[in-house]
Nanobody
């Protein structure tokens, strides 16, 4: 019905950059808030950044000034630009979107499959 597909993860040295992308597809009527979350081994999933349909953004304190989220409403995509990466940023990053579908006509929460980001020291 709805799919979120992430790309752009990988291995990078500390201080480097990566750009994650997420594309939503399916029976989409409207995409509301979108965001990125991450989960490191042995830890709970945590919010990284969110962006509203009007492009209001919110960031976790740990990534403020280093990460930037943006979206393209016409293409149903959201991106996360990650700069000055640190080893503690190592995690699986998940795309999240609050989507109203043509079939259900109500907001539902959707998740991508996750993409691994590994930052070496």
């Amino acid at each position: 019905q709805v799919q979120l597909v992430e790309s752009g993860g990988g291995l990078v040295q500390a201080g480097g950059s990566l750009r994650l992308s997420c594309a939503a597809s399916g029976s989409i009527l409207r995409i509301n808030a979108m965001g990125w979350y991450r989960q490191a081994p042995g830890k709970q999933r945590e919010l990284v950044a969110t962006i509203t349909v009007g492009s209001t953004t919110n960031y976790a304190d740990s990534v403020k000034g280093r990460f930037s989220i943006d979206r393209d409403n016409a293409k149903n995509t959201v991106h996360l630009q990650m700069n000055s990466l640190k080893p503690e940023d190592t995690a699986v990053y998940y795309c999240n979107a609050d989507i109203t579908t043509v079939i259900r006509l109500r907001k539902d929460d959707y998740w991508g499959q996750g993409t691994q980001v590994t930052v070496s020291s």
